[in-house]
């Protein structure tokens, strides 16, 4: 019963869990011979995360490492290495999760950890990211605010990786790593990319026979994404059920592969002779087997321009889609050919595989542009700079290449005194001699007065909002907050004993992890700062009149 609880109950009460996540946080020891692997929150094993896990896996150099894969249910786990003695699985919000993500020495994601997640002083975090920047995301002027988990999470990070120029001022700019950023920045190419363009023959072959697919003809790919935003995400059925009949009529073999959040929201389609890969199927092995890509707005077709094969963009609902959800491409920026209804799909898609494609001008310049480093090679070059601290070659950016000035501005009000504190900050951002920040509580958004200047504010400014999040403590720090004796040492977490005494054994550990000989309450506070911005310090603070205490006391930890 206690493995049956430590490896699979999950943590319900969102207090309890982040009671537990502090109290692993000050217990286990980081252990540099662990990796943690999370995709898309734990979605499957995919992406770039995916493509590192493999390349370590395989390299006798590192064959010391053991691996640690976070994912939503046991049924994602592939057969191979259920039982493999290097590699093991937890699932989100349980006591086994929370454990090795503070054991590991180096966690690597490509989109966002908990909330609750604080990286230790001694943990490496890469953050992979996971595309290029299709439709709009981050901070825009319908939510100038921004994305506070994206923020907190690559702030968070000590190595964050772009595939190329245009990505790397999207990350600047949208998720406010301008002048607040610590750690490495670098133009390397997505790992992920590799498993498309190193795919050898033999794994080819399995791919396209486990496929069922016919060899005297072509492949296509149609990888649509889903309509919406997340929270109200969605997908027509009957559109893509009328779709599937007209690309059955191809005399091709036709792969239709939905995105993962896509997938919760189309029913009883009937896709005929359509072949529909397993869940497990990696998109980037399938782009690797594909003659030919069909897409709408979503980023896969970045991964599949690395190839020179031909993409055809599908548009049915362009108008309504860049209304409703954004999007920072033209469509003279796209590659391939559009279309926008299934007759003109499948006559273009015919002509298309019918004799050898020649890319366009405009194709070229796509490919230049979007994939620069797209040479099979970037897992290697990932590794070397994230897990050896080998930069030779590496395109590294810098993220705060001049003074850093953060304006403090908790809560604010509605009063002059917000309209002249944000007036100020503009005035010192538009002098252009140093980076701006703006710290705000994410209530903010509620307050008229404030969000009508803070959408009026220089795009040099970077934004990060905290949000109403209750900090994270161990037991003995909320017994010091509420002001009851405290323990002069902080605890193991006490439940479950038999699963905790032998994993406390199960990595070795150089020494002991020393208890905190700092004010409980400073450390707690100095904890929420390093969740919201890492590593970050600031040269210069301008605080708001009229902080509350809590806003004062979170500021003690901002300047270098």
Known sequence: M???EFWKDKIRDPEDLKTRQAEYVVSVPTNSQVVFYE???????????????????RDPEFSKLHHVWSVRSED????????????TFVTRGTDAHLYFLSLAGYIVGNSLLPEYFVRKPDQKYLNTWHGIAYKTLGRTDASPLGAAGSVYNLLQATHVLTPCPYMTETELTRFSLRGVFSGSLAEIGYPRQDLTLNMSK???????E???LDSTKKTVLYAPTWRGNKGSARFDGDQLQRDIEALAKLDANVIFQAHHIMLRHIKNVDYGNI?????NTSANELLAVADLLISDYSSIFFDFLATGKPIVHYLYDYAEYADDRGLLLDQSDLPGPIVSTADDLVSTVTSLISEPYRPTTRYQQARERFCPHDDGHASLRTIRWFMLGDNQGIQQIEARPRPTTIFWGGRLDKSRKTEAFLDSLDTVAKSGDRDVTLLVAHSVKSNSVAMERIRQL???VSIVARNDFEMIMTTDEKQARNGTDISPAAKEPTERNSVWNRLKGAFARKAPVASAEDDPLMTMYQR????????????????FEGLSGFWRKLAQHALK
């Open 275 to 279: 072949i529909v890969p397993p869940a």
């Open 458 to 460: 220089d795009p040099s």
């Open 39 to 57: 995709s898309m929150s734990g979605a499957r094993m995919m992406d770039s995360p995916y493509a590192l896990f493999l390349h370590l896996y």
């Open 528 to 543: 929420e700062y390093r969740r919201v911005f890492g590593d970050a310090k600031f040269d210069e603070m301008v605080e």
């Open 202 to 208: 033999s794994s080819a072959l399995r791919l396209r």
């Open 76 to 87: 994602l786990i592939p057969d191979e290495l259920r039982d493999d003695p290097r590699v």
């Open 210 to 212: 486990n496929l069922g």
């Open 2 to 4: 206690a493995d049956r």
